[in-house]
Nanobody
């Protein structure tokens, strides 16, 4: 089994910063194929940042230049540094691991950005 636990969410003013963490445990072979997604009320879950091709990263235009994904392989931990936060970044943020053709998700952490 795989467990993903996110932390670091909270309430922040617009323009502020937060750092999310996701710790992977259990039957983990690699954290190469991991990413962050978010889901706002009434909206579909969307990609925020993802590792691709063993080190490259992918960001949608909505967060490019403001968010940075990183990881510590030794700790099986992935991070999301979020700067210059905007009210439209308000959502539940989820950690995702793709392993052996299966997708695993954490329980999510709420990020609320006030205007």
């Amino acid at each position: 089994q795989v467990q993903l636990v996110e932390s670091g969410g909270g309430l922040v003013q617009g323009g502020g910063s937060l750092r999310l963490s996701c710790v992977a445990s259990g039957s983990i072979f690699s954290i190469n194929d991991m990413g962050w997604y978010r889901q706002a009320p009434g909206k579909q879950r969307e990609l925020v940042a993802r590792f691709i091709n063993y080190g490259s990263t992918n960001y949608p235009d909505s967060v490019k230049g403001r968010f940075t994904i990183s990881r510590d392989n030794a700790k099986n931990t992935m991070y999301l540094q979020m700067n210059s936060l905007k009210p439209e970044d308000t959502a539940v943020y989820y950690c995702n691991l793709h392993q052996l053709n299966q997708d695993y998700w954490g329980q999510g952490t709420q990020v609320t950005v006030s205007s």
